[in-house]
């Protein structure tokens, strides 16, 4: 059992090639969840979900068996997502914010061998991080998106890089940002240089720090080596739920292989590479479909992310 924390969303999303009707089920750790699902791991979501779409939420979710804890909450959360080019970039605005989680029992997550925190926007306490990983001796993974996000009155989103987040990155065994969210916690640009943000992020106490890097793959580093993971190529159709994928399929490889970073990192790209070929929760995808192409990167030797390093 895997647990996965964070506030799922109802975005409206449009891309260069889609445009959905309505609004579409999404957020770090549901997108985490949803992939965990459907390559066969049982997973337990916890978050805040308003009554506007409480009844669609537990649908979606009993579909693929998944548990759930909802917390109440005035309304569901959700964003604005617009993206302009195919390399993931967008605007973002606030469309819907749910409530915060507050204290989690910690019989909620006592049977996981993993949890995996995936805010969306500042819904899980510093606190709360802290009180979870007295509680739990298990694997303990961060996407920190929420962590440093804030919204203003208009609903515009920023970034800024929360006071005391060094001690609290500390406390997880993995620490996964992205590029953009790279540049915020250690002032680097991870396109020239992600080999340096992660080791200033690993300075901070955790394990492993992976920085994603969208089309360009990502890096994994243990303080020993620093591992550089190839994309996998597909007709990119919507990156959102990409980095949240990643998550899903490290874990699941990481606790199958007992460790072994260069197959969890090939594993984790195979499994973003499913979810952003499609849009919204509903597509297939399976472990032999995604391992058919894990074997694909792990066959690729001596791959360097083209960073401004590496030039």
């Known amino acids: 059992?895997?647990?996965?924390?964070?506030?799922?969303?109802?975005?409206f999303i449009k891309t260069p090639k889609c445009e959905p009707n309505g609004r579409v089920l999404s957020g770090c750790s549901t997108n985490a969840a949803l992939a965990l699902a459907k390559i066969g791991e049982q997973v337990r979501l916890i978050?805040?979900?308003?009554?506007?779409?409480?009844?669609?939420?537990?649908?979606?979710?009993?579909?693929?068996?998944?548990?759930?804890e909802?917390?109440?909450?005035?309304?569901?959360?959700?964003?604005?997502?617009?993206?302009?080019?195919?390399?993931?970039?967008?605007?973002?605005?606030?469309?819907?914010?749910?409530?915060?989680?507050?204290?989690?029992?910690?019989?909620?997550?006592?049977?996981?061998?993993?949890?995996?925190?995936?805010?969306?926007?500042?819904e899980l306490s510093f606190e709360e991080i802290v009180n979870i990983r007295k509680n739990f001796s298990g694997l303990y993974f961060c996407d920190p998106q929420g962590l440093l996000r804030g919204a203003h009155e208009n609903g515009d989103i920023?970034?800024?890089?929360?006071?005391?987040?060094?001690?609290?990155?500390?406390?997880?065994?993995?620490?996964?940002?992205?590029?953009?969210e790279g540049?915020?916690?250690?002032?680097?640009?991870?396109?020239?240089?992600?080999?340096?943000?992660?080791?200033?992020?690993?300075s901070w106490g955790p394990r492993i720090v992976i920085v994603?890097?969208?089309?360009?793959?990502?890096?994994?580093?243990?303080?020993?080596?620093?591992?550089?993971?190839?994309?996998?190529?597909?007709?990119?159709?919507?990156?959102?739920?990409?980095?949240?994928?990643?998550?899903?399929?490290?874990?699941f490889e990481y606790l199958k292989t007992g460790g072994d970073l260069r197959r969890a990192g090939c594993y984790a790209s195979c499994t973003s590479s499913v979810m952003i070929e499609n849009t919204g929760p509903d597509f297939s995808m399976s472990d032999a479909?995604?391992?058919?192409r894990q074997e694909k990167l792990l066959a690729i030797s001596d791959y360097r992310v083209r960073v401004g390093v590496n030039q």
């Open 70 to 122: 909802i917390v109440p909450s005035r309304e569901s959360g959700g964003f604005s997502l617009i993206y302009y080019d195919d390399f993931g970039n967008r605007t973002l605005n606030l469309i819907g914010r749910a409530d915060n989680i507050g204290r989690i029992n910690p019989a909620l997550y006592a049977d996981c061998s993993a949890i995996l925190v995936g805010p969306i926007l500042g």
């Open 158 to 180: 920023y970034h800024e890089k929360t006071k005391g987040i060094e001690d609290v990155l500390g406390h997880f065994d993995i620490v996964k940002p992205n590029e953009l």
């Open 289 to 292: 479909m995604i391992r058919e």
């Open 1 to 11: 059992m895997i647990a996965a924390i964070g506030n799922p969303v109802y975005d």
């Open 212 to 251: 994603t890097l969208a089309e360009l793959g990502s890096v994994i580093y243990d303080g020993r080596e620093y591992i550089d993971i190839p994309p996998y190529g597909i007709d990119l159709v919507d990156s959102t739920g990409a980095g949240d994928t990643y998550m899903a399929g490290f874990t």
């Open 47 to 68: 978050g805040a979900v308003g009554d506007d779409y409480r009844e669609h939420f537990k649908a979606s979710l009993e579909k693929l068996g998944i548990e759930h």
């Open 183 to 202: 540049k915020i916690l250690t002032g680097i640009d991870c396109r020239q240089d992600p080999y340096e943000a992660a080791r200033i992020i690993k």
